[in-house]
């Protein structure tokens, strides 16, 4: 196989020439043979994957000690996980067009070189300034992995197998999801906080070699060159956004600054929507948008992120300071949630050939709602069980949502467009997974910080309880006063239950709103397992 072997067939005709849904179109007479060892390739990809999975839920069971050790308030924690996402979902876009222009596996090994080098720094930090700026590098490397891990699909599986080749690989970076609370606890339970980065390192070192050996080079010669002020235009008004809602707890949502930042933020990111119209050839291409099925298999895709984001910042603090689980029980703990995911990821594909990825998309929104819903109505009084039930409601959710969902966009796709579509869909994902925790912190660090009562406290002893429940917890030990532990937990449970209730709203009307308007028609092209939704 040549290393600049050109993408094998076109996934579909350009989305303006789309026709209406109608009998499956053969392959053309003279597409070029499947690629031999595409399923091999395809476990290397997922290994690629993998480590982004690994990496997400590893991090939120962190958070509680990083709170601590770190002495880390509830924006610094915000940030942590946000100047991930904001990097990765403004460096998307270019990582894709990059990606297609100069080889899809060569950018994939450079953002995983870089992950990998990311990692071991933050094995080294010591304060929660460094750590955020090592975790924007590793959102850099990040997104050259997702899109062109993406991307190279449709260069390896003819267009019958993508929806299955695309279920296995959204499969594949969830088992990372599993592992990396019960290993991260471990790890967190035995060492230092910074050992959590270092599980990344051999993962990458394995895809690396997998991608090398397995993977044929793709690439797209005629994509246009990078667009570096439509780049600077997405990270700035991404991280101005970020800022103002991590911040306007603490300064007041009319203060000078915040007020300036959002308004940065709207010019910003509008300037680089009336800029990228404007390009014959755009990085961020709206006009995919324009395909009803990848328009509301994005939005179903962007929404049940949000929550899921938003759900993994708050409950690791919930399990750890207010359930008195330690790290390793936290991960312990998570597992419900994980296992309805993978379930739910193995049944999606029957379900969708049976019915249609809207109606399966619908029932995985209506089950996230009612999770949502019912963890909203957590007491004082409730034990694990209570929180156990809804997390396993939440993950069969998330895997009936996800995994059709990217598996429709990515289909509806030609294969020309495969890397800026997939980047388009990711920057929307993770800036939908950054805005969530944003604004989900956000809401939660007000009420706390509304409801704690530090009245007996010295100003320096109730700044650092206010900073965040771990803190407070700290801090009551410290005094042997259960009443501050007990204020504490009721003031982060009082937040954290409005959080779930507005999710769980937010989720009830997503499904309304995919139920109406996502298009309903299924049919299979030639082949046993994929789908093409009209």
């Not at 997922?46 to 000690?65: E, H, I, R």
């Not at 690989?169 to 270092?198: D, E, K, Q, R, Y």
């Not at 803190?471 to 779930?500: E, I, K």
């Amino acid at each position: 196989m040549s290393q600049q072997s050109q993408p094998i067939r076109a996934a579909a005709p350009e989305l303006r020439d789309r026709p209406a849904p109608g009998p499956p179109v053969p392959e053309p007479p003279g597409a070029a043979a499947p690629v031999p060892r595409r399923w091999w390739a395809l476990g290397a990809v997922c290994l690629s994957v993998l480590v982004l999975g690994f990496d997400s839920t590893v991090l939120n069971v962190a958070l509680p000690d990083m709170a601590v050790q770190l002495h880390a308030g509830t924006g610094q924690l915000q940030w942590i996980v946000d100047a991930y996402l904001v990097v990765f979902a403004a460096a998307m876009l270019p990582a894709g067009l990059l990606g297609d222009r100069f080889g899809r596996r060569r950018l994939l090994i450079a953002g995983l070189t870089l992950f990998g080098a990311a990692s071991l720094v933050g094995t080294l930090t010591s304060s929660a300034a460094a750590l955020i700026a090592v975790r924007a590098v590793m959102g850099l490397g990040g997104a050259f992995i997702m899109p062109l891990a993406m991307a190279i699909i449709p260069s390896l599986f003819p267009a019958a197998e993508r929806a299955r080749a695309v279920a296995v690989m959204t499969a594949g970076m969830a088992v990372g999801m599993p592992l990396g609370p019960i290993i991260g606890g471990f790890l967190l339970n035995h060492f230092w906080w910074g050992s959590i980065f270092l599980i990344n390192v051999p993962l990458i070192a394995v895809g690396i070699l997998a991608l090398v050996l397995l993977v044929p080079e793709s690439r797209d010669p005629s994509v246009p060159r990078v667009d570096a002020v439509s780049g600077l235009l997405g990270v700035a008004g991404l991280a101005a956004l970020t800022y103002g809602i991590i911040q306007a707890p603490a300064d007041g949502w009319g203060a000078p600054l915040i007020v300036g930042m959002l308004a940065a933020s709207v010019l910003l990111l509008t300037g680089l929507v009336l800029r990228e119209r404007r390009q014959a050839h755009p990085m961020l291409d709206l006009g995919l948008l324009a395909d009803r099925t990848f328009r509301w298999s994005t939005v179903a895709t962007v929404l049940v992120t949000a929550v899921l984001v938003g759900a993994l910042f708050v409950l690791p603090q919930y399990l750890e300071s207010v359930l008195g689980a330690d790290a390793m029980g936290t991960g312990v703990r998570l597992m419900p949630l994980m296992g309805g995911l993978l379930v739910a990821a193995r049944l999606a594909e029957r379900l969708v050939e049976r019915v249609s990825v809207r109606w399966v998309v619908t029932a995985g929104l209506l089950l996230v709602s009612a999770a949502m819903l019912l963890g909203s109505r957590t007491t004082p009084a409730d034990g694990y069980g209570w929180t156990a039930l809804w997390l396993s409601l939440l993950g069969l959710g998330m895997g009936f949502t996800m995994v059709p969902a990217m598996g429709a966009a990515m289909a509806a796709l030609p294969e020309d467009r495969a890397g800026v579509g997939s980047g388009l869909l990711q920057t929307f994902r993770q800036s939908a997974g950054a805005i969530g925790v944003a604004l989900l912190g956000s809401l939660l660090a007000g009420i706390y910080g509304d409801h704690l009562d530090t009245r007996a406290l010295p100003p320096a002893l109730a700044h650092t309880a206010r900073g965040s429940v771990s803190a407070a917890q700290s801090v009551a030990d410290a005094l042997h006063s259960p009443a501050l532990a007990a204020s504490a937990h009721g003031a982060f449970l009082d937040g954290m239950t409005t959080v779930l209730l507005i999710c769980g709203i937010g989720a009830a009307l997503s499904a309304l709103l995919i139920a109406l308007r996502m298009p309903g028609h299924v049919a299979k092209p030639s082949g046993d397992h994929a789908q093409s939704v009209a």
